[in-house]
């Protein structure tokens, strides 16, 4: 193993390599002495070792790579020497993975994107359906996953008479295997730790703060630990809709019904604020009546294929009678455009936060 530091922004590796996963087309991650490092090529594999002499360079640091630091990838691969196939990392992870993605064509284009939180499809006309409709961020793993998950655990595991500090460790061992999985994705981290800190706040603390206070603390942390995360989309969406959901649960309207229109609804706003500010200007007029309608069937579905995903044909079947009828359904969507100002976009985020002070207070008033 040799490794030669040139400068500070550029130094080569001439090594065994790991190769961890593929970002998005032919844009893979490997890590070396804990650094992530991004790769570009079409010849090779994730999960895979490779012999290799590669040169490598810093990230310029340009807007436009924000997205790659939001991520803690600083360093690219900016020339490849060598890059030579040893062996495939197999182990229990990957080999789920590999089984999941050895699958037939209707069970490929939803199953890895809703239990892996990846496309692993070129064109995948699910996708495109799914952001039409606006409820591409329900099959996205995100802290809605782990959440759901949480309830699941207690739900079905209440009855067995199993002390609930027992349930909730439970819970954590299985998040964190999944989350291993999934190879940690920011937003189901977050949800992973502030799920965590509930539990000692309310075990060891005796509920001394508030669930919105427990949030803001670990999004402050996320943000200390990586600056860049404020340019992650994905973490921004997580933080904001966890934000309202606490909002409006605290509000504690009697109705399940209701409350659960109010998060849809606010939820829905909200995601749209923060995609504009970033330069998606599209809205659909119909997004709030899909997730309505869509969320309890996403949150069945989701569960189901978590426990019978090794049901290859029968999913495959499902899948497909799933896609035909959101191919129908997206054909009757009407879709504008609405830029919003930056301005008032930041004047929406600054309300919001200034609210939350006033749960206590309002919380009462709300159940009159």
Not at 71 to 93: D, G, M, R
Request: a positive charge.
């Amino acid at each position: 193993m040799q490794i030669y530091y040139q400068d500070i922004k550029t130094f080569e590796i001439k090594d065994k390599i790991e190769v961890k996963y593929e970002i998005f087309k032919d844009n893979f991650l490997l890590e070396y002495k804990n650094k992530k490092i991004l790769i570009f090529s079409k010849n090779i594999r994730q999960n895979s070792f490779y012999f290799a002499d590669l040169l490598i360079e810093k990230i310029n640091n340009d807007p436009k790579n924000n997205y790659w630091f939001s991520q803690e990838i600083f360093y690219k691969v900016s020339k490849i020497n060598k890059l030579e196939f040893a062996n495939k990392n197999i182990n229990f992870l990957t080999q789920i993975q590999d089984f999941i993605l050895n699958s037939k064509k209707n069970y490929l284009k939803f199953i890895p994107l809703l239990l892996l939180g990846k496309n692993y499809l070129e064109n995948n006309e699910v996708v495109n359906i799914l952001k039409k409709i606006q409820i591409y961020h329900l099959f996205v793993i995100s802290g809605f996953h782990i959440g759901f998950i949480k309830v699941i655990f207690f739900k079905f595991l209440s009855w067995t008479k199993i002390k609930n500090w027992i349930i909730f460790i439970l819970f954590l061992i299985f998040s964190f295997f999944y989350l291993t999985i999934l190879n940690f994705p920011i937003s189901a981290i977050r949800a992973f730790v502030f799920l965590f800190l509930i539990e000692i706040n309310k075990n060891i603390f005796n509920k001394k703060y508030k669930n919105y206070e427990i949030l803001i603390f670990v999004g402050l942390v996320f943000i200390v630990k990586n600056i860049y995360i404020i340019f992650s989309i994905s973490f921004i969406l997580s933080f904001f809709i966890s934000l309202i959901i606490i909002l409006i649960i605290n509000l504690k309207i009697k109705s399940k019904i209701l409350n659960f229109i109010f998060i849809s609804i606010f939820a829905n706003i909200a995601s749209f604020f923060i995609l504009n500010f970033f330069g998606n200007y599209n809205y659909n007029v119909f997004s709030i009546f899909n997730s309505i309608i869509f969320t309890p069937f996403i949150s069945f579905f989701y569960i189901f294929t978590l426990i019978f995903f090794w049901s290859k044909n029968f999913l495959d079947f499902i899948c497909g009678n799933i896609l035909y009828f959101l191919t129908i359904i997206s054909n009757y969507q009407i879709i504008i455009e609405i830029p919003i100002p930056k301005k008032v976009i930041i004047l929406f985020v600054i309300v919001h936060f200034l609210f939350l002070p006033l749960i206590k207070k309002n919380e009462k008033k709300f159940n009159k």
